[in-house]
């Protein structure tokens, strides 16, 4: 907008300029407010920036002392375990140790048994050999079944030691045990009757002919005057009948030299 001076009254001119001046004074002075405005706005946004920096590296201290704390913990909690797995060690290797002494204690023993087993048998198979002639083939096949087992390697020596004493054990009952089974006398089929080991006799299937084991002669007799002993022998033996006395005959003892 132009203006034209010469227009104007003096006052006019005067106001007109005053205002020019004052003008051009606002525009001179609003620069330095606008910068000041500016460096304040780049100073609070450097100062959230710096605040947002700090804040992050406080939670990330705060997160390494948890770590750490945790860590603390952990490294507490494993020397504790390692502690116990320590005593239980010590334990275990105390007990490996008794063990092995055991295992050597039976690697001896079994060496000192062997022997004892093997004369154990060797008198259990000389007492079959020479007691009365009953179920020879059942005792004479325990003995080989015995016999065999020594010589296995897959049997323990607690097991043949068991074995062997089971045989005496079987010897023992019977010498207390009444018995009836079939088996042959010089080509006969006879019902045997075993009366403990006092007495063995025998009576053919049709009953006329009953003979008993001579002890003197290592042979059978024949005496048929033991012909109802051996019935009623048989019969409670057979549990045919109510157990009863019997009279049987009986080696004579001898005397000790």
């Known amino acids: 907008m132009s203006i034209n001076m010469k227009k104007l009254t003096g006052t006019t001119a005067a106001v007109l300029l005053c205002a ?36 992050q590296m406080d939670d990330a201290v ?38 092995n002494g055991q295992l050597a204690e039976i690697d001896k023993t079994a060496r000192e048994v062997t022997p004892l087993m093997s004369n154990m048998l060797a008198t259990l198979d000389s007492f079959v050999k020479l007691d009365t002639p009953f179920l020879p083939d059942e005792r004479a096949k325990r003995i080989a079944g015995l016999k065999e087992m020594m010589g296995r390697a897959d049997i323990s020596v607690s097991e043949k030691y068991r074995r062997i004493v089971e045989g005496y054990q079987i010897e023992m009952e019977y010498g207390r045990t009444l018995e009836a089974y079939s088996g042959k006398v010089d080509d006969k089929t006879v019902d045997f009757i075993r009366a403990g080991r006092v007495a063995l006799l025998y009576q053919t299937l049709d009953g006329k002919e009953t003979g008993f084991w001579d002890a003197d002669s290592k042979g059978w007799k024949v005496d048929n005057s033991y012909e109802h002993e ?28």
């Open 62 to 99: 705060v997160g390494i002392v948890a770590n750490y704390r945790q860590a603390l913990t952990e490294t507490s909690s494993l020397k504790d375990y390692n502690d116990q797995l320590g005593v239980q060690t010590a334990s275990q290797d105390e007990e490996i140790a008794a063990l």
């Open 230 to 257: 051996a019935k009623a022998g048989l019969k409670i033996a057979k549990k045919q009948s109510a157990p009863d006395f019997l009279v049987v005959p009986v080696h004579a003892p001898m005397e000790a030299k």
């Open 20 to 55: 020019l001046y004052l003008g051009d004074f606002a525009i001179a002075a609003d620069a330095p407010v606008k910068a000041a405005i500016g460096e304040q706005s780049k100073a609070e946004e450097s100062g959230k920036n710096s605040q947002k920096r700090i804040d």
